[in-house]
């Protein structure tokens, strides 16, 4: 029996805690892409949320990996800004006081350490608004939505991965978007 | 004049534990735990279906995840007096089982053994000298020199090539830095391994939750894995075996490799049990219920006062009555709008930011007690209530640990050792080893189950009108969680969640009592103010997670650490 069942090699994940505004992003942007695309076996989306260095798991056996984010730099709310392995490379991890707050830099030198080689890592990233409690973007990062997953779909069809655009998109699995009764 | 160094992840979104020190002489004279960022993100279940509760709550932390789904539900149950079917209990458990196993094994080897292990000694090292030295220690098949060799390869590449990548920012040299180069190795070793071996146990929790992170398979009233033995989509004996096969390739390294590193670590730096013991008021509810009345647990619960460790009260149930009326949270020193404690059915989250003020608000952390006392929460909590009480299983492997340090620092070690920084991370490891046995165990209670022909996995709920309280509480890997919830006519009224780095990093109270974190650090080491290494030992032994809520990525990265001379 084989522990280490063969995973998808292209892996789109979205980062971000679903119930802090913007940096619900990631989530937000696997959810749409599910709706709207269809991919065929060779990609997986997953919401991995706000993992911690538990997200090497993940990265192990991909050859492209491509990470949806909300970005807390300066700019203009909404802009979309992406990074290379190189780039993202360049910065290094902060010590550590908590011990789960590894960030992603140091995941991707986690995984290089465990022997995970990547070809590709892009970082798509949205300059966050808000990150204040609630389950909604903000208006200029919903706007920056469709240009985000644009550049998903881009970077998977130059792997020869073919993306397929739904005709009729399917509905959004989004239990956070449920509203919460008045209090009674 | 007092050194004052202030450690503190700079960066808004990241970094959320901030502590503040004195240091006169050589060692800390004065400590201040400060979480950062506020934590209201209960307030977002306020109105919300019960039922869905955990969705959210399970997203208050990237981590611990799956313990915050299990507080929830729980929780609801609590408040329903909703009995759940053994199938239900047994595959939660399983859940939390193999999450602890992951959860324990990251932490001691990605998130804190290069506290203690000079990987930069390690080029140094002669690997066939390491592989002989690891096998007299255990019988752990990764300690061949061929092993040795590879891990030493590895960090002779990274070091040659000057790019340290996530070792960049280590200690390295500091005096304090004691372990000859070959243990080094060694531990380097089962470093890498530890990154294979971890995530079996988190494949169990994939299975059985239907996705993780973030598991998919709670239902308030049970779980929502249908069981079939003849079906190929369902839960059966296939799958059953899987599941076992992966637990069981997981046990090995958890009972010969981290169990003995942990071991030999306390017995090289032998210190480091004299240091750190910190509050010595100890809790931990019992988990791992035996049946789906949960009448019997495989993990027990007490409490114990002021270090004395012979006389644990026991806690008999997952909400004990006792458990209910103790909890109470203190504002006095946190940035929110009052001072008077408050149980948690009643407690408020109202924002009320001040500056840092050493004698005013300081955290966004608030102050749990119990009884009005601070109490320190985790493994070494749940060991020594546990070896109190003669728990069999505890004594079982807190007696091994003891024998195995006590052996190989020929120096007699005794369990009340144990209530130091050093001790934190041994308990961790007897947790570990505890837990590895019994993922076995109740995955025989669960196919045990499913042999007598019971496939039930779900009880429904109903909503009572009116007003119902309950509390649903998780033994998790940092510690005791417990989630407090009101109901009204079936919509949450009031939602509040007191997690283990709560108590820990818990600031002081309306008495100036300090907390476990700022308690443990008086009278810590500090042999270089520059490089606070010592600081770093003591906060990481207890396991610190506060930094999960938010992940927002920041491109421009900052140092951390500030030096000031008062």
């Keep these: 029996m084989s522990i280490d069942e063969p995973v998808a090699p292209v892996l789109v994940a979205g980062i971000g805690n679903l119930l802090l505004g913007d940096d619900g992003f990631g989530p937000q942007a696997i959810a749409r892409l599910q709706?709207?695309?269809?991919?065929?076996?060779?990609?997986?989306?997953?919401?991995?949320?706000?993992?911690?260095?538990?997200?090497?798991?993940?990265?192990?056996?991909?050859?492209?990996?491509?990470?949806?984010?909300?970005?807390?730099?300066?700019?203009?709310?909404?802009?979309?800004?992406?990074?290379?392995?190189?780039?993202?490379?360049?910065?290094?991890?902060?010590?550590?006081?908590?011990?789960?707050?590894?960030?992603?830099?140091?995941?991707?030198?986690?995984?290089?350490?465990?022997?995970?080689?990547?070809?590709?890592?892009?970082?798509?990233?949205?300059?966050?608004?808000?990150?204040?409690?609630?389950?909604?973007?903000?208006?200029a990062v919903g706007h920056a939505m469709p240009q985000a997953l644009q550049l998903v779909c881009d970077i998977i069809s130059r792997q020869g991965v073919e993306v397929r655009r739904r005709e009729k998109p399917l509905p959004i699995e989004a239990w956070w978007a449920t509203k919460p009764a008045a209090a009674s | 004049m007092p050194t004052r160094i202030n450690i503190d992840p700079v960066t808004r979104i990241e970094g959320h534990l901030r502590i503040d020190v004195e240091v006169e002489g050589s060692s800390v004279s004065k400590a201040w735990a400060s979480c950062t960022m506020w934590r209201g993100i209960e307030n977002i279940v306020l109105g919300r279906d019960p039922r869905e509760a955990w969705l959210f709550t399970q997203r208050f932390c990237g981590v611990c995840t799956t313990v915050h789904a299990m507080a929830s539900v729980r929780a609801v149950e609590d408040a329903l007096k909703l009995q759940i079917p053994p199938n239900a209990q047994f595959i939660r458990n399983l859940i939390l089982i193999n999450h602890a196993l992951h959860d324990h094994i990251v932490h001691f080897y990605q998130l804190s053994a290069l506290d203690w292990v000079d990987i930069m000694t390690i080029p140094r090292a002669d690997a066939t000298k390491a592989a002989s030295l690891a096998q007299s220690l255990s019988d752990w098949t990764g300690n061949?020199?061929?092993?040795?060799?590879?891990?030493?390869?590895?960090?002779?590449?990274?070091?040659?090539?000057?790019?340290?990548?996530?070792?960049?920012?280590?200690?390295?040299?500091?005096?304090?830095?004691?372990?000859?180069?070959?243990?080094?190795?060694?531990?380097?070793?089962?470093?890498?391994?530890?990154?294979?071996?971890?995530?079996?146990?988190?494949?169990?929790?994939?299975?059985?939750?239907?996705?993780?992170?973030?598991?998919?398979?709670?239902?308030?009233?049970?779980?929502?894995?249908?069981?079939?033995?003849?079906?190929?989509?369902?839960?059966?004996?296939?799958?059953?075996?899987?599941?076992?096969?992966?637990t069981d390739s997981v046990i090995p390294f958890v009972q010969q490799a981290y169990f003995n590193d942990a071991c030999t670590l306390a017995a090289l730096y032998p210190e480091w049990m004299s240091y750190g013991a910190g509050v010595r008021n100890y809790l931990a509810v019992p988990d791992l219920p035996q049946d789906a009345q949960a009448s019997a647990f495989d993990l027990p619960g007490g409490v114990i006062l002021d270090g004395n460790i012979y006389n644990a009260k026991q806690l008999y149930t997952a909400a004990d009555t006792e458990f209910r009326h103790a909890v109470a949270e203190d504002l006095t020193h946190a940035w929110y709008k009052g001072n008077e404690p408050q149980h948690p059915w009643k407690g408020e989250t109202q924002p009320h930011y001040t500056d840092f003020e050493d004698n005013g608000k300081y955290s966004w952390v608030k102050a749990p007690r119990y009884d009005g006392r601070p109490m320190q929460v985790g493994p070494l909590a749940q060991v020594l209530v546990g070896y109190a009480q003669g728990h069999p299983l505890t004594k079982k492997w807190t007696d091994a640990a003891l024998e195995k340090i006590s052996a190989v620092g020929k120096r007699k070690v005794t369990v009340n050792d144990l209530q130091s920084t050093m001790g934190r991370h041994v308990a961790r490891a007897i947790r570990c080893a505890m837990l590895s046995e019994l993922a076995q165990k109740h995955w025989e209670y669960l196919v045990a189950n499913i042999s007598r022909g019971d496939t039930a996995v779900y009880n429904p709920p109903k909503f009572p009108d009116g007003e119902v309280e309950g509390v649903g509480t998780h033994e998790a890997p940092r510690g005791t969680l417990s989630h407090w919830v009101v109901l009204r006519n079936g919509r949450l009224s009031n939602y509040q969640a007191v997690v283990p780095t709560t108590w820990n990093a818990s600031p002081r109270d309306n008495r100036g009592v300090p907390g476990p974190y700022e308690t443990s650090l008086l009278g810590n080491p500090v042999i270089d103010p520059e490089k606070p290494l010592e600081v770093l030992r003591t906060v990481h032994s207890f396991d610190p997670c506060m930094a999960c809520a938010c992940h927002t990525y920041d491109p421009s990265g900052k140092p951390i650490a500030q030096v000031k001379v008062l």
């Design chain 2, 144 to 246: 061949s020199a061929k092993e040795m060799k590879a891990a030493q390869d590895k960090v002779k590449g990274f070091a040659g090539s000057g790019q340290l990548g996530m070792f960049a920012t280590g200690y390295w040299g500091h005096p304090a830095m004691k372990l000859p180069p070959e243990v080094n190795l060694i531990a380097f070793a089962h470093y890498l391994q530890a990154l294979t071996y971890q995530r079996y146990a988190l494949q169990v929790v994939g299975m059985l939750g239907g996705k993780t992170p973030h598991i998919q398979n709670l239902a308030v009233g049970g779980v929502q894995n249908a069981i079939d033995l003849d079906s190929l989509a369902a839960l059966n004996m296939d799958r059953l075996y899987q599941l076992k096969y992966l």
């Design chain 1, 35 to 139: 709706a709207e695309y269809e991919f065929p076996s060779e990609v997986e989306l997953i919401d991995i949320g706000t993992p911690a260095l538990d997200f090497v798991d993940y990265l192990a056996g991909r050859r492209v990996v491509v990470l949806l984010d909300a970005l807390a730099c300066g700019g203009e709310p909404g802009e979309v800004l992406t990074y290379d392995r190189e780039q993202l490379r360049q910065r290094l991890p902060g010590m550590r006081l908590s011990a789960h707050q590894p960030c992603l830099d140091e995941t991707l030198f986690a995984a290089e350490t465990a022997g995970i080689g990547l070809q590709e890592v892009t970082l798509i990233g949205v300059v966050a608004e808000s990150l204040d409690v609630g389950t909604e973007l903000s208006p």
